[in-house]
């Protein structure tokens, strides 16, 4: 406790008893939304300065907490009000009065003559435009949760009465300028006044000829792909961009400043625990106005792969957004950094200067002044003290906020999690159902078993969630046929009723097969709870396991 203030002590202490008396839980995924929302709104924060006694809660509750079970962990997209990339017509919601202003042009440029019922005739014209205005009006309507931004010309559907339509998206849960994609297939009709209207509509991503063309796809590909939307080979999600950019020249080496951290015990440690630290080393470039060198390379612990084993060789894009952060933060990722030292090395006699920290009691502030171009933080002391967020306590708490903002999960997952409420066009309700090793642990949970047996949910929901709702259940019951019995009231959809979205013919199985240089990728646990989660989140009825369906504390007994 060298390097604490003697008089943050008593403050520490009285923290960790306060703490205590507060539901570890609620604490502890707290923290993660506290100090996005402290650094947003940045008010001042107890939380943030006292990170002795909260590093030390966050890894003496990772054993309890951690389990794998299917808790919700938000990231920037959902919490932030991100502002629109890039100030565009496409970035800005359709609205009703977008549609009007639209209406009205049509209506001036468009000689009366022309809008007969005879002009319109029995053959939709799905280049009209007051086709995709009947569309625009149509989906407003139905798919409330949605935010519309921009719609392509519609095509011409498999029978002469129906239309493709292909538009981007936004749910209104998610606060970030990310855009998804779906096209459907209207059944368009024709009004007694000659106005056009959708008559039907098909479901998610049924409208296959307004799918954007693939650049190169011959033609026996494109009419084989028919009606059948399984059949189509899968579209990239073409506004990806997460190429691990280039260094330049090696000419250029010097004039960056670096912070280079070296792996440190966090290695194969929890994915909360990976993050903490993470966005510490990041949080501390930021701080020294140097850029961060990144390992993308993560290694997944063994409770969220189904081998049970830690997993090395895991994308950190596999999970979060790199071009996001590569748009608000400045990294350089560790191989391109060490190949352009490399060439420096072998084409300058001079040595490049070097600052080495080897422990993480050299404090942020005392790198604050350093000129040398490279910064390189060694983590070879014995555990604990390995830990990369250990440079973020104490003192240096009040000078480093982790950027929060910066990580938003992947997008290729997202897409996953479009795909799923998509499929259910936004309208259903969910359950989490925590069982697990929780479940078995009568001691911590004495009820939580029996409440959350098939009878016991049944029984509970028919009080929260109208009978043939759709109902998704997000869980870590590994047995799929547990929630049977739920069948019988509601329409339930569950995980793995979507294999096919990260099946082998999938967008997702062909992008990440392409970032693991050919080789497939498992779609692991966290991916699963991550996917899980966020449908989760965007039901409009949630009911939680903890303090809806059980009494039980979700962190053990008598911790709320
Ligand atoms: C957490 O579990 C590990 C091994 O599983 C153990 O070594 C450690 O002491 C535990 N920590 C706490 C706070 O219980
Ligand atoms: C369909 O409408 C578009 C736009 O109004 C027009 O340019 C096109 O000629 C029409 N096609 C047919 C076959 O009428
Ligand atoms: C045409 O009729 C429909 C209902 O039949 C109505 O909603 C729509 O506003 C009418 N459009 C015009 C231009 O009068
Ligand atoms: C595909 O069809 C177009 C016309 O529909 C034709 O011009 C083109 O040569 C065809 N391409 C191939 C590769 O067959
Ligand atoms: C992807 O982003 C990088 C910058 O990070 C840029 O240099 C590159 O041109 C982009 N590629 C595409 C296909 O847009
Ligand atoms: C941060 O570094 C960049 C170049 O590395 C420099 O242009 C900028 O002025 C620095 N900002 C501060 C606040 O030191
Ligand atoms: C470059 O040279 C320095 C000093 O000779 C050495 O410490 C460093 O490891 C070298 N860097 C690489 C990437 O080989
Ligand atoms: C995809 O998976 C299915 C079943 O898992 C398998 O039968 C099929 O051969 C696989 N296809 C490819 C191209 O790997
Ligand atoms: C992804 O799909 C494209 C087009 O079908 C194909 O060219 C590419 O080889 C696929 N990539 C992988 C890794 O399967
Ligand atoms: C779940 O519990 C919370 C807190 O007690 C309550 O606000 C919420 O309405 C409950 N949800 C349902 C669906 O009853």
Not at 501 to 509: F, H, K, P, R, V
Request: aromatic share 12%.
């Amino acid at each position: 406790m060298k390097e604490a203030n003697p008089s943050a002590e008593p403050i520490g202490q009285n923290l960790i008893k306060l703490i205590s008396n507060l539901c570890f839980s609620v604490f502890v995924f707290s923290v993660l939304i506290f100090a996005v929302i402290a650094i947003t709104y940045q008010p001042p924060d107890p939380w943030l300065e006292s990170a002795p006694a909260l590093t030390k809660l966050f890894t003496e509750s990772e054993n309890a907490t951690f389990k794998n079970d299917n808790s919700i962990l938000k990231t920037g997209e959902d919490l932030l009000l991100a502002p629109a990339r890039a100030v565009s017509p496409a970035n800005n919601p359709i609205t009703e009065a977008v549609i009007e202003q639209t209406e009205e042009k049509i209506a001036n440029s468009t000689p009366k003559s022309e809008l007969g019922c005879d002009e319109l005739g029995q053959v939709v014209n799905c280049s009209d435009p007051r086709v995709v205005i009947a569309v625009e009006k149509f989906n407003l309507r139905v798919f409330k949760s949605i935010v519309f931004l921009e719609y392509q010309t519609p095509v011409k559907g498999s029978k002469s009465n129906e239309c493709d339509v292909a538009w981007r998206f936004r749910n209104k849960k998610e606060k970030s300028w990310r855009k998804y994609r779906d096209f459907r297939r209207f059944k368009i009709g024709i009004e007694e006044n000659c106005t056009y209207k959708v008559v039907q509509a098909g479901a998610w991503h049924s409208g296959i000829n307004a799918r954007r063309p693939r650049s190169r796809i011959s033609n026996a590909t494109r009419r084989g792909s028919g009606n059948n939307a399984k059949l189509a080979p899968p579209v990239r999600d073409e506004e990806i961009n997460d190429t691990i950019p280039s260094l330049g020249s090696a000419m250029n080496f010097n004039k960056g400043r670096y912070l280079y951290y070296s792996r440190g015990g966090d290695y194969c440690k929890g994915m909360n625990h990976y993050l903490w630290s993470f966005l510490c080393g990041l949080g501390e470039a930021m701080y020294l106005n140097r850029t961060f060198v990144m390992d993308l390379s993560i290694c997944l612990a063994a409770p969220y792969n189904p081998s049970n084993k830690d997993e090395e060789g895991k994308d950190f894009r596999y999970y979060f957004d790199f071009e996001h952060l590569k748009e608000v933060a400045s990294i350089v990722e560790e191989g391109e950094f060490l190949t352009g030292w490399k060439k420096w090395n072998r084409s300058h006699k001079r040595k490049l200067p070097i600052r080495k920290a080897v422990s993480h009691k050299v404090t942020p502030m005392q790198l604050k002044k350093d000129k040398n171009t490279i910064i390189w933080r060694q983590f070879d002391a014995p555990e604990p003290e390995n830990y990369w967020y250990r440079v973020c306590e104490g003192q240096a708490a009040k000078y480093i906020q982790r950027p929060w903002h910066a990580l938003w999960k992947s997008k290729r997952l997202m897409n996953i999690v479009s795909g799923i409420s998509g499929r259910m066009d936004w309208d259903f309700d969910a359950v989490h159902v925590v069982r697990g090793e929780k479940a078995q642990n009568k001691e911590l949970w004495p009820h939580l078993d029996s409440d959350t047996t098939p009878d016991a949910l049944v029984a509970k929901l028919k009080g929260m969630i109208q009978p043939w709702r759709n109902l998704y259940v997000a869980t870590n019951e590994p047995f799929y046929n547990y929630f049977d019995k739920l069948r019988s009231q509601y329409k339930v959809h569950l995980l793995d009723d979507y294999k096919e979205l990260w099946g082998n013919t999938s967008e997702w199985y062909n992008e990440t097969t392409g970032l693991n240089n050919g080789r497939p990728v498992e779609f692991d646990g966290y991916m699963r709870v991550a996917v899980d989660t966020e449908v989760l989140y965007r039901a409009k009825t949630r009911v939680e396991t903890f303090y809806n369906l059980t009494k039980d504390c979700k962190d053990g007994i008598n911790t709320c």
